[in-house]
């Protein structure tokens, strides 16, 4: 058994998919406290891996060609003792095997055959059923076995700097609870009409007395400038991108967050913040937010009355406009029911 192993896990991206590697690292650093742990990432995501309590310092994929032969030279010096690599991908599984770990790790799902299967010492397959039946974390949980790790907690949670915290509390000045609203999305086909934001966030403001906060991501100013215009309330809007510690702060101190099934999403539910979340079409039962409390707002599927016939591709959950389904009212009453039980907490 090794005592203090030198673990190299490959998530090369997305926000969500990041955040969700929470879980896994939390075993790994319960069931060996001493041990080095770093994610192999694309730059991106490195803020939000220096919000995760179980990663050391990230290995960065390089952006630059000239920067490739230090990176290259770093990965086989290691001294990697394990190597679990979550992207089924030719070029991160000849990065596994640069590595020389005694222990390497593929993961595959469904009828994805994994790549390049010479350079694993050890293989996971999730069949299909399985897979689309329970959270992603569990998908990454199952590798854990081949190690001899117990799963011994599902938490998922990002550790916000307090000096963040306070800036961010600051600058919104609220005497009562926030109402945090992301309502972006990298996919233009999972965003829920900008006028059904406007008129949720006037009525939590007249209605509720909450403060609405708005922010968004890289892209995302023209929408939520749309939202503001739109809205007969004030609305206190961050139309440039907040830094990801930033806006992981700012769902911090927020009692709700309103947003797509997203990267954003996943930051505020593990950070402790009740999220009342928009799905379309894809699967809620694959991604869902971690922990308990969240409100997950999604239209009868398969889908019986089409908002885009022209548009939507039926048997692609990407490339369908389900969300706009899902009524103002709805949205409402789910924002209402969530700081209700923030204002009133169960005993």
């Known amino acids: 058994m090794v005592e203090n192993p030198h673990i190299l896990v490959i998530r090369r991206r997305y926000l969500g998919d990041i955040v969700l590697l929470g879980s896994f690292l939390k075993k790994l650093r319960l069931h060996w406290p001493a041990a080095v742990i770093r994610v192999l990432a694309d730059s991106a995501y490195a803020d939000v891996l220096a919000l995760t309590p179980d990663a050391d310092d990230p290995l960065l994929i390089?952006?630059?060609?000239?920067?490739?032969?230090?990176?290259?030279?770093?990965?086989?010096?290691?001294?990697?003792?394990?190597?679990?690599?979550?992207?089924n991908t030719e070029g991160t599984a000849l990065l596994a095997r640069l590595t020389g770990a005694p222990f390497r790790l593929g993961l595959h799902h469904g009828g994805f055959p994994l790549k390049l299967r010479h350079c694993y010492t050890h293989v996971e397959h999730d069949p299909n059923a399985e897979h689309e039946s329970r959270a992603i974390t569990e998908y990454?949980?199952?590798?854990?076995?081949?190690?001899?790790?117990?799963?011994?907690?599902?938490?998922?949670?990002?550790?916000?700097?307090?000096?963040?915290?306070?800036?961010?509390?600051?600058?919104?000045?609220?005497?009562?609870?926030?109402?945090?609203?992301?309502?972006?999305?990298?996919?233009?086909?999972?965003?829920?009409?900008?006028?059904?934001?406007?008129?949720?966030?006037?009525?939590?403001?007249?209605?509720?007395?909450?403060?609405?906060?708005?922010?968004?991501?890289p892209g995302e100013k023209e929408l939520i400038v749309t939202i503001c215009r739109t809205a007969r309330t004030h609305i206190l809007a961050f139309t440039e991108p907040l830094a990801l510690a930033r806006f992981a702060a700012l769902a911090r101190l927020s009692a709700v967050v309103l947003c797509h099934d997203s990267g954003p999403m996943h930051v505020a539910a593990a950070v402790g913040t009740p999220v009342v979340a928009?799905?379309?079409?894809?699967?809620?039962?694959?991604?869902?937010?971690?922990?308990?409390?969240?409100?997950?707002?999604?239209?009868?599927l398969p889908c019986t009355a089409c908002v885009a016939p022209d548009q939507c591709v039926p048997a692609d959950s990407y490339h369908n406009y389900c969300v706009r389904r899902i009524t103002v009212d709805e949205v409402f009453a789910a924002v209402r029911d969530q700081l209700a039980r923030v204002r009133t907490p169960a005993s």
């Open 62 to 87: 390089p952006l630059k060609f000239t920067e490739w032969p230090g990176f290259l030279l770093k990965l086989r010096r290691g001294p990697w003792t394990h190597v679990f690599n979550f992207d």
């Open 140 to 217: 990454f949980l199952r590798t854990l076995a081949a190690a001899g790790v117990p799963v011994a907690t599902r938490e998922v949670r990002l550790a916000p700097r307090e000096e963040d915290v306070a800036v961010l509390r600051r600058i919104v000045g609220a005497t009562g609870p926030v109402l945090l609203v992301h309502p972006g999305s990298r996919s233009r086909w999972r965003i829920w009409p900008a006028e059904r934001f406007a008129a949720v966030c006037d009525r939590v403001q007249e209605e509720l007395g909450a403060q609405v906060v708005m922010a968004g991501g």
């Open 278 to 300: 928009l799905y379309g079409s894809q699967s809620s039962v694959l991604f869902p937010p971690t922990g308990k409390g969240h409100i997950l707002l999604q239209p009868a």
